[in-house]
């Protein structure tokens, strides 16, 4: 065994190597790094903290780990005011709180933000070492001077390229500090002090309360500019901005959202709804994009509709987005919500009990020129209307992103070879490293899942197998623009119709990325997949007997199968005999089939990194896909 640390600054490496082909168990001293924790840093998991026994570790035959021996991640900012206010930091202003953001209290202030930043829902580094915190940019909002700022927040890491956030600060005095932190805690900050000053104030976040969310809502209105440190803050409406404002003469009261996740939503009297993005890139934004060209250019009625936008231009690149302005679409919630509820009900149907379901097709294809079965009209019910309709909803939503052949950024595009060979290289690599994974951490999962995926690296050849097939037959479809994240989560359920949001695209890949053309039947796996996982998610929340699993696994392949053919006809009917949908059935299987093999291998990576309990989700997936006939 050999164990040894290797420091940089202020970092410090723990490197374990097993020179046996043995397993092996050793005991370190780690005292002198008591209190910390080692991270391994393939995995970003996290080991017990160091305390003052020695610590114990088993490497497999020629294992080898590397742990970065981190500080525990202080405990988030609890619901209750009196909790919040005893654990925030104080910041030594150099005069007016504006010291904290340009003045001589910036540096104190950027050393709190590397501690707070990364425990925010929407910080997206998470698996990331922080190490440094800048204020790059302070922006005036008309309508908000003095009182609040938008800040640009330059997030430096251990490794990689750094990630700029936005982050608007506000100040309250002393007799306002209170009840700010007991009716928003989790925006509080640091509480602010003057030399002198026994009095404190408090900086926190300024989307809790409601004004500096009207001032951005005014700047967008009436077409503001504010001058930044390094640009110009633009507010600007579209043309459906006065019919979903409604009468100026009501105001609009502001609610911040708690449902979102990588950004913030603020909901203004269930006429208007600001999304305000929280990681900012220069470029243009797709749900700006795709938002504005299917509000003006297109008469698909399913969306929030764009209203307005607030960009920050520079002299020199393209704009920021820093917001955007939708129409508030009535809901019921998400159709994740509506397909685990109506699950729920499913796995309790009478006409499952003693019975076994019957076998579809294999091929998803075929199976989507069935008619459902008696059985599954019956047990079913109304979420086949439901996946009928959404796969209607998909076909139209594509439809009309591909309806102008004279706007470059949407015009349809044959695939030519080389965008085929693009293709095959980017999930051939993501195979690859998705494989490799697996096979690193195929021990150390759940006891019930590891059959599977030993089944899975053994078919690691027919993946390559089935990859390079796809790049063998020349594709005759068009490539066009697509949601790019698309799955039962980024769709509103209305009560009787399905409303699809989120343009933004999967929020770890690049801008330019996201807005790529791509194969169509992408986003149609993406859905098929979210049912499967809606499938499972619902049959974990049961309480179910052991000897009754097999039986219920067996009827939620049922559930998926009959859902997944119902949504993909209805799709493919809708359709019809568009450029972006190939009429060669042997073309069709092919790209469908692979589009699925993309998302689950993408889905098996995020399982064993973050959820290994749902990996056999994935894996079920794969083996579906890859087994031979």
Known sequence: MLAYVRSYESEQILCVANLSRFLQALELDLTKWRGLVPVELFSSNEMPVIGDNPYFLTLGPHAFYWFAMQPRAAASIQSDGAQAAAVLPEVRLAGGWESALAGGAKERFESVLVRYIPQRRWFAGKARRVKTATISDVITVPGAENYAYLTSVVIGYADGDPDTYMLPIAYANPAEASHIIERWPHAAIAWARNPGEEARGLLYDAL???????????????????????????????????????????????????????????????????????????????????????????????????????????????????????????????????????????????????????????????????????????????????????????????????????????????ISPLDQRSIYQSISGLSMRAIDLLRTQVNKLPAEAKEEARKVLELDSRIAYMLKAFLAHRLNTTRIRVHGDYHLGQVLYTGHDFVIIDFEGEPTRSLYERRLKRLAMRDVAGMLRSFSYASQAALRSQEIAPERLPELHAWARFWVDSVSAVFLRSYLTTAGNASWVSQNQDDLELQLSTMLLEKALYELRYELNLRPDWVRIPLRGILDLVTPP
Do not use: C
């Open 208 to 414: 809790g309360p409601a004004n500096f969310a009207e001032a951005m809502l005014g700047s967008i209105a009436r077409h503001k500019r504010a001058a930044g440190g390094a640009g110009t803050l633009v507010g600007s409406t579209t043309r459906a901005f006065a019919r979903l404002r409604g009468p100026e003469t009501v105001r609009l009261e502001a609610q911040l959202s708690i449902a979102e996740q990588s950004n913030n939503s603020v909901i203004f009297g269930e006429r208007l709804m600001l999304k305000v993005f929280r990681r900012l890139e220069e470029g243009v934004n797709p749900e700006l994009e795709v938002g504005r060209f299917l509000t003006e250019n297109t008469n698909f009625s399913q969306i929030a509709p764009l209203a307005g936008t607030l960009e920050y231009r520079r002299p020199t690149g393209e704009p920021v987005s820093i917001a955007i302005l939708q129409g508030y679409v009535p809901n019921q919630g998400d159709a994740w919500q509506h397909t685990l509820n109506t699950v729920a009900h499913y796995f309790n149907a009478p006409e499952l009990v003693g019975m076994q379901p019957p076998t579809l097709p294999r091929s998803l294809l075929e199976a989507s020129r069935l008619e459902p079965s008696e059985l599954a009209v019956k047990a079913i019910g109304g979420y086949l209307d439901s996946a009928r309709l959404l796969g209607r909803r998909t076909a139209e939503l594509h439809a009309a992103l591909s309806s102008d052949p004279t706007d470059p950024g949407f015009a349809p595009e044959r």
